[in-house]
T-cell receptor, first 110, second 113 residues
Framework: DADVTQTPRNRITKTGKRIMLECSQT?????MYWYRQDPGLGLRLIYY???????NKGEISDGYSVSRQAQAKFSLSLESAIPNQTALYFC?????????FGPGTRLTVL | QQQVKQSPQSLIVQKGGISIINCAYE??????FPWYQQFPGKGPALLIA?????SEKKEGRFTISFNKSAKQFSLHIMDSQPGDSATYFC????????????FGKGTHLIIQP
């Protein structure tokens, strides 16, 4: 969905490096989410935000941090990347009950 | 503890057949049950969703059946087509989805021509 964009789409980094994944949306939705997808495990919630002043931890927040710079922007950071953070990362926005996902960022940590 | 259990992991169905994917949940506070469809290289896309006060919802060839007492829900794809080949995820949430979704592990569906 072009209304939710994620950058970069692919990233290879090394253990110990800091990395930021960015998400932007033009839907005007207040709620934004970060999920991680691993093969055979489905998607798991990392963090979510209801607005710029409201950040909440999800199921697997350890090792991650987020920043909601504006209603339209929600960034995910890995302060010191480790190999088991290699995964596909999705940003989503929501209004009402429906969530709309971005195209994902494939992150590889060597 | 896996709160949403999905089966089967993979499924092969002939064109024109019925595809059935099942999910079971444990948290009785869940109040919203969506299904997502994901094609390779794409993000999940909402397919159909149901609330627990309804036993069935149909949209085109896609139907959700919901059994509140058994804490189970399923997706039926009628007249399955090769274009339906994708990975399907069931999910559940509280507060109508506000606190994020809890996903099943996914079903890789292949429709053979």
């Amino acid at each position: 969905d072009a209304d939710v964009t994620q950058t970069p789409r692919n990233r290879i980094t090394k253990t110990g490096k800091r990395i930021m994944l960015e998400c932007s949306q033009t839907k005007g939705h207040d709620r934004m989410y970060w999920y991680r997808q691993d093969p055979g495990l489905g998607l798991r919630l990392i963090y979510y935000s209801f607005d710029v002043k409201d950040i909440n931890k999800g199921e697997i927040s350890d090792g991650y941090s987020v920043s909601r710079q504006a209603q339209a922007k929600f960034s995910l950071s890995l302060e010191s990347a480790i190999p088991n953070q290699t995964a596909l990362y999705f940003c989503a926005t929501s209004v009402g009950r429906s969530q709309y996902f971005g195209p994902g960022t494939r992150l590889t940590v060597l | 503890q896996q709160q949403v259990k999905q089966s089967p992991q993979s499924l092969i169905v002939q064109k024109g057949g019925i595809s059935i994917i099942n999910c079971a949940y444990e948290n009785t506070a869940f109040d919203y049950f969506p299904w997502y469809q994901q094609f390779p290289g794409k993000g999940p896309a909402l397919l159909i969703a149901i609330r627990p006060d309804v036993s069935e919802k149909k949209e085109g060839r896609f139907t959700i059946s919901f059994n509140k007492s058994a804490k189970q829900f399923s997706l039926h794809i009628m007249d399955s087509q090769p274009g339906d080949s994708a990975t399907y995820f069931c999910a559940a949430s509280t507060r109508g989805g506000a606190d994020g979704l809890t996903f099943g592990k996914g079903t890789h569906l292949i429709i053979q021509p």
